[in-house]
């Protein structure tokens, strides 16, 4: 047996070397995958072998135990097996487990590895973006709960954790009914600026596009599509499409049928302008939202287009070229989302129509 370099310094001369931490039953499976190149991981040795295995830099023997782990994952071990992963540096292992606890959220946080975390651990999966959840009363719930554990030491937490509980996308009935009657909350000025601010979305909805955050943001990206023709007729509708669970929902429809529309997302909201309706050009832009599920008219373009090239910049919807039903356009126009407004801006030098439009560094490419 050739033991890694990092074992052959002082030792290098004794006839008996002592490795800590290395139990006799751990060394011989050890020694047998050396002369075999064959590993048996069982839930009773795996904790010890890993850490051995990276000890002696036996890269079969560590892959063997990730791969074990990572198929024995479980709401009730992944944060810790997550954890495990990290202090032997398994990168694999280690997203494999903070996948699978994003995933499994409402189960996770029933176990007693989530409530034994500290509160920058809570606060690092709570924020997540990715963790699957139909809606964010088991964040908020998980929340309370885990600060309910030990409530001495950890009421003055719950404030910086709320922060990160998107609280506007509860439903008005649970946030009067369950957010504010929690004792925790009552009994906090900034908890309740927090669940204020919830209320706020909901009651002033005409305000929404500028409460956009963090806080308003839905966890999961989702694709949407609205409009289009088939061959036979112009359409209205609108899916959407969740890559978490490989499924089409349908969604409120348009008020106006169209294709070669425009379509751009700007704080949180859908933005639906111009297009074809099978008899006319349109100039009509129609706004969707996603927390009340309807479409809603806002001021149409000064130009009616088809085929137009849309992008988003600093709070501006900027739509440029199209097709107006005799001629390809160079102009470009700008609807302010604060001010539902649109201005004029410079042409393009050469008219085009179905046009690519994005943002790169501050400017508008088309």
């Not at 050739?2 to 039953?25: H, Y």
């Not at 975390?117 to 964010?136: A, P, R, T, Y």
């Amino acid at each position: 047996l050739c033991l890694p370099s990092n074992l052959q310094l002082s030792e290098k001369d004794k006839p008996c070397v002592d490795i800590q931490g290395l139990t006799a039953s751990t060394m011989e499976i050890l020694l047998d995958f050396v002369y075999t190149e064959t590993v048996h991981v069982t839930v009773e040795n795996v904790q010890e072998l890993l850490p051995a295995a990276c000890l002696l830099q036996l890269k079969g023997v560590k892959q063997a135990c990730c791969e074990f782990l990572e198929s024995q994952l479980d709401p009730s071990n992944c944060l810790g097996i997550r954890d495990f992963a990290e202090t032997h540096n398994c990168v694999d292992l280690m997203q494999a487990a903070e996948v699978f606890s994003q995933k499994h959220f409402p189960e996770v946080v029933q176990h007693e590895e989530f409530i034994l975390l500290n509160q920058e651990e809570v606060e690092k999966l709570i924020k997540c973006d990715e963790i699957q959840v139909d809606s964010e009363e088991p964040v908020f719930e998980a929340v309370i709960n885990w600060v309910k554990h030990s409530k001495k030491e950890r009421e003055a937490s719950l404030p910086k954790l709320l922060q990160y509980v998107r609280m506007p996308l509860l439903t008005p009935r649970y946030i009067t009914d369950v957010i504010d009657t929690e004792p925790f909350i009552r009994c906090s000025l900034q908890c309740r600026d927090l669940v204020d601010e919830a209320k706020k979305f909901h009651l002033r909805p005409e305000l929404r596009s500028q409460m956009q955050g963090p806080r308003t943001r839905a966890r999961l990206d989702m694709i949407y599509v609205s409009g289009g023709f088939d061959g036979s007729r112009r359409h209205t509708s609108m899916e959407r499409y969740d890559p978490n669970i490989d499924q089409w929902s349908m969604l409120g429809d348009m008020q106006t049928a169209r294709e070669g529309a425009g379509l751009v997302v700007a704080n949180g909201v859908i933005y639906c302008l111009g297009g074809y309706d099978g008899l006319n050009i349109l100039n009509s832009v129609e706004r969707y939202d996603p927390h009340t599920g309807h479409w809603t008219n806002v001021t149409p373009m000064a130009t009616k287009r088809s085929g137009a090239g849309v992008a988003l910049l600093n709070d501006h919807i900027y739509v440029v070229g199209g097709f107006d039903g005799t001629a390809h356009l160079s102009s470009v126009e700008a609807y302010n989302i604060r001010t539902d407004s649109w201005t004029t801006v410079t042409s393009m030098t050469t008219p085009r129509c179905y046009v690519g439009a994005t943002v790169l560094r501050g400017r508008l490419y088309a």
